[in-house]
């Protein structure tokens, strides 16, 4: 991997990225639970600015309060689903080969992770399991820098998510490359100017990320 004149920082989404994608997992959900294929994914982004998994992102509100909010909206499709049964499948498996890629790109390039995430509750904690909170947070304290959602009160794909990891990094936007699974993430950035991969798996984005970088 060598230094392109113009990339200096290197923008890593972190589920479904860093880690295995969680839809195949929500689909395996709705074939045992007799949900319409996608269903998980078309709540999420209907009303997505202020549906119930905007605001847990946001940190408006905690898992438990998910919980309700999440099966309210369910209800409204004709489902009686809590939201804690979706956050569970949401904590997929680390890809070890997306993690090395991680400590590869720090040599040369300035590196974060960008990542829609949830306020940590005694309630996750036991829904996940300490283990695999805890190494996913092994993996995210590696990060020289982490936007998080939940801090910082926005999230992807809203503008302001990308100007702030831009000014923490003190990088313009047409010299990052942004990794992402959602396309409708990477819209709002690459408009930015910034470089955008969509992720498919770790085979796929490493060759992606190392040709723009050659």
């Known amino acids: 991997?060598?230094?392109?004149?113009?990339?200096?920082?290197?923008?890593?989404d972190?589920?479904?990225?860093?880690?295995?994608?969680?839809?195949?997992?929500?689909?395996?959900?709705?074939?045992?639970?007799?949900?319409?294929t996608n269903f998980i994914r078309d709540l999420n982004s209907s009303n997505h600015n202020v549906n119930a998994w905007a605001q847990l992102e946001r940190g408006e509100i905690s898992p438990d309060e998910f919980d309700e909010l999440?099966?309210?909206e369910a209800n409204k499709k004709g489902y009686d689903i809590g939201g804690l049964e979706i956050l569970k499948l949401v904590f997929t498996p680390l890809r070890p080969d997306?993690?090395?890629?991680?400590?590869?790109?720090?040599?040369?390039?300035?590196?974060?992770?960008l990542t829609n995430n949830?306020?940590?509750?005694?309630?996750?904690?036991?829904?996940?399991?300490?283990?695999?909170?805890?190494d996913w947070q092994a993996v995210l304290s590696d990060f020289p820098n982490?936007?998080?959602s939940a801090k910082i009160g926005y999230r992807k794909?809203?503008?302001?998510?990308f100007q702030t990891a831009c000014d923490v990094l003190g990088v313009r936007p047409e010299h990052?490359?942004?990794?992402?699974?959602?396309?409708?993430?990477?819209?709002?950035?690459?408009?930015?100017?910034?470089?955008?991969?969509?992720?498919?798996?770790?085979?796929?984005?490493?060759?992606?990320?190392?040709?723009?970088?050659?």
């Open 176 to 214: 990052a490359v942004f990794l992402d699974d959602i396309g409708s993430n990477l819209k709002p950035a690459r408009i930015m100017g910034m470089t955008t991969i969509k992720v498919v798996n770790a085979k796929q984005a490493i060759s992606a990320l190392d040709s723009i970088l050659s």
């Open 14 to 36: 972190f589920g479904g990225v860093i880690t295995e994608s969680p839809f195949e997992a929500f689909n395996t959900f709705e074939v045992e639970h007799g949900l319409p």
């Open 146 to 148: 982490v936007i998080e």
């Open 70 to 72: 999440f099966r309210h």
């Open 157 to 161: 794909p809203e503008r302001r998510f």
């Open 98 to 113: 997306m993690i090395s890629l991680v400590q590869r790109c720090k040599v040369q390039y300035q590196v974060a992770c």
């Open 1 to 12: 991997m060598t230094t392109s004149n113009a990339i200096t920082a290197i923008l890593f």
């Open 118 to 134: 949830f306020p940590k509750t005694p309630t996750l904690v036991k829904l996940i399991g300490a283990k695999r909170l805890d």
